[in-house]
């Protein structure tokens, strides 16, 4: 393979040849090796350190240490393939060219070459190795703003390699520069490269028509360091860090209308196709988008959850989930579609073939939870829209919203959609005020629809309501699997217990129960609950009662992994907020069944 794209990379490509996604990459990094560049591996998506971003979303992030002055061990000139996700197009994805998830290609210089060379770099990659048209390529440059001059001597270097003036625009900030989301590291004026998709056509500025203009390349030139209080200082060292979209590169070098046609998309595409019952081009691309998405995710550790980056996670899968649904896809299908990216990938990324089974896991997991409550709560959304168009209204409620979040798992940016989808809105600040006020609740474990009849409104109850979880497990543990509850009562000052259990129990065992517990609590667990099936609850070792009576879907609340059992709540959100626990009483009540009076002591 080297050997072929070695032969490549002197001649010029003639017009029309197609190169592979795989000769692309190679071609790329053996252009810059032969300039002197070290090549290394793709960091993780999971950024390392970094509390700023939910992903690497750009192949500057892991290397941000370097670009602050550290010497890298490999040098000053750096090439690689990162994987990046970023979610700021979600709502683009669907169209010809944004994605979540993409390959970028980048080349680092560390205080090394400058403008001149990395705008020649980029020019001759283009045009000599790829075989692009040079007359189609249209360039920005930085106009200046802020206090930073107009970048005049980028556009000369355009000049000299051979791009007429016509072609080369300037833009502010907002267009031509670069930095971390959060607006502070490293950062700088950049350049940015387009392909013509219709050169026919009078030229128009490129950011006028995106769709028109593919933007295909982005060489930073990084020279500053923004801090937080706003101000730029300039950096000790001057780099250069590009970016090149290998799909956008790839559909242009096959000659295809769109990145899902070309080869990186192709065969995902073709198991979507070939699992579902109907077409439906926007569905198929947003199931293979966000598929590849949480495929890489996952292998990266970043399974989906409630909030951060798994909570994007979760997003991406029921989406696909969602658009599964809406062109008929077989069950299964989905879990095929993941495992032809693995498949698809796993040479270059041996984390997706070494986690195969934890990314089929999940997903079938995530599937089997959302899946169901998925038609009901499109009914829900249904009879609520239905209803809202009735009274004249074109927005769904916020509390119908939080309802469709919090008792059907739909993420509130679904409900948008499937109200976009009818010419609605949502009231999102209503939604916003009724997940706030839940939270409180919770927190405050008042009474109403999450509590489980509690008599008291305070946070004791909620600690004690967690402890009794902790003691309901750890009595299994001291006594055995038999043990199960017969009755619970909770006050502000104790919790009461009662359990199936043949004879008295012991002080060493009352001890070790009590030591236990206090263990937990001292593991400072997360509380977390998810909804699910009682099926699903029961297969999943959660701690029920499991006779009939339970409704199709149930909360479960998990202790780290310390216990899980169906509850209605409240509870507190980590052990930690627990105190000392301390077992009072422990008598009969009636025979076979035993009672424990207990406390938590600050
Ligand atoms: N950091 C720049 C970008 O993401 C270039 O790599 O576009």
Redesign the pocket.
Known sequence: MAGVIGGRMGSKKRAGDKMTSNEIREAYINFFVERGHKRIASASLAPENDPSVLFV????QPLVPYLMGEPHPLGKRLVDCQK?LRTDDIDEVGDDIHLTFFE?L?NWSLGDYWKKEAVAYSYEFLTAVLGLDPKRLVVTCFAGEGGIPRDDETKEEWLSVGIPEERIFFLGKKHNW?GLPGNVGPCGP?TEMFYDMKPDEPLVHPEEDPERYWEIW???FMQYDMREDGTCEPLGNRNI???LGLERVSALMQGVPHVYESDLFAPIMGVIRANSSMRGEFAERVIADHYRAATFAIADGISPGNTGAPYVVRRLIRRGIRYAASIGMAEGGLIKVAEKVIDGYSHLYPELIENAEAIVGTLRDEEARFSRTLRRGEKEFASVAAACAESGGATIPGDAAFRLYDTYGFPIELTRELAAEQGMGVDEAGFAESYKSHQELSRRSAEGQFTSGLAEKTDATARLHTATHLLQRALRKVLGEGVSQKGSNITAERLRFDFSHPSKVGPEELRAVEGIVNGAIGMAYDVTMELMSPEDAKAGGAIGLFDGKYDDIVKVYAVGDFTKEICAGPHVANTSELGRFRIVKEEAVAAGIRRIKAVLEA
Do not use: Q
């Open positions: 979303c750009a192949g500057m990046s970028m980048g670069w950049d982005n060489d930073v860090d590009t970016g």
